[in-house]
């Protein structure tokens, strides 16, 4: 039988066995053109500005930028307390409006019930939702376990330190299961030290849970210990100006943090923010002089 010669440049016979590469999952977060203006005595405000972002599950992404350029206000967005803006959040694919039980969220100041006990303040969104005691209970002591708080169930909030109590915040909120966890700057009233820490004892939980997390920060060598991502903010109104990629090995151990690729990451999100903080800066002075008006 005469055999055909194949052509040199002919493409290879599909193998139907072939294996592919599975495809990347959905993001659990999209922020897709969000814009966030405010009616001031001043005038209209423009807080935010064409954000688009998404987060992947199990991810934990900080989000940093100057004073003032709208990192709360798009908090807010995202949590579902602020519902008059432009564009959209999604959650599993699904557009979200108001406060919704997949977002749960931990803020800057004191949080916890004085009047309840540590474990009953982890108990207390189980007892909403209506599990039973022992149930919750139980629920509650593995969630005061790995937030380090073990052999504290029973102290009061006036007991414990500022870094225990926002511990106590963190479990309560995580015991609700949420799909998300929103931190707004949740150590900004902690000294460093205890910042360092609970930073530390933050990612155990998230490396722990696979809990994707959005934590709000001013604090770069934070965000930088902490994420795998960081989206940089420019100066008001808020846009994503840049996204870094946090490329350092787990867990982010003190030669870690003490690295030449740790500074080197600090130093890439300090350029970006020194340019946006200092034209804060020159805006709000300019604005001052105005309002002043001309010297006498």
Same mark, same amino acid.
């Given at each position: 039988m005469r055999q055909v010669a194949q052509m040199p440049n002919a493409p290879p016979a599909s193998d139907s066995t072939a294996v592919r590469p599975d495809p990347a999952?959905?993001?659990?977060?999209?922020?897709?053109?969000?814009?966030?203006?405010?009616?001031?005595?001043?005038?209209?405000?423009?807080?935010?500005?064409?954000?688009?972002?998404?987060?992947?599950?199990g991810e934990l992404v900080s989000v940093i930028g100057p004073s003032g350029c709208g990192k709360s206000t798009l908090f807010k967005v995202i949590g579902g307390l602020e519902r008059a803006f432009d564009g959209r959040v999604m959650v599993d694919g699904q557009t979200i409006a108001g406060t919704h039980a997949a977002i749960g969220m931990v803020f800057q100041e004191e949080s916890?019930?004085?009047?309840?006990?540590?474990?009953?303040?982890?108990?207390?969104?189980?007892?909403?939702?209506?599990?039973?005691?022992?149930?919750?209970?139980?629920?509650?002591?593995?969630?005061?376990?790995?937030v380090g708080l073990r052999g504290f169930e029973r102290r009061y909030p006036a007991e414990l330190s500022g870094g225990m109590r926002q511990r106590v915040a963190i479990a309560r909120t995580l015991a609700a299961e949420p799909k998300i966890l929103l931190m707004d700057e949740p150590f900004a009233s902690?000294?460093?030290?205890?910042?360092l820490l609970l930073g530390d004892k933050v990612v155990q939980i998230q490396q722990?849970? !696979?809990?994707?997390?959005?934590?709000?920060?001013?604090?770069i060598a934070e965000a930088v210990q902490l994420s795998d991502r960081i989206i940089v903010m420019t100066? !008001?109104?808020? !846009?994503?100006?840049r996204i870094v990629d946090v490329d350092l090995p787990r867990p982010r151990t003190s030669e870690i943090v003490g690295s030449e690729a740790f500074g080197r990451t600090v130093a890439q999100v300090w350029s970006?923010?020194?340019?946006?903080?200092?034209?804060?800066?020159?805006?709000?002075?300019?604005?001052?002089?105005?309002?002043?008006?001309?010297?006498?």
């Open positions: 999952p959905p993001p659990i977060l999209r922020v897709e053109s969000v814009a966030k203006q405010f009616e001031t005595a001043d005038g209209v405000l423009v807080a935010l500005r064409d954000i688009s972002f998404s987060v992947a599950r916890t019930f004085p009047w309840r006990t540590v474990i009953d303040n982890v108990a207390f969104p189980l007892e909403i939702a209506g599990v039973r005691r022992g149930e919750r209970l139980d629920k509650a002591r593995e969630l005061v376990a790995l902690l000294d460093e030290q205890t910042r722990t849970l !696979r809990q994707t997390t959005l934590l709000i920060t001013h604090n100066y !008001r109104p808020g !846009r994503v100006k970006d923010l020194r340019e946006e903080a200092t034209l804060g800066l020159e805006q709000d002075e300019t604005r001052l002089l105005g309002a002043a008006g001309p010297p006498q």
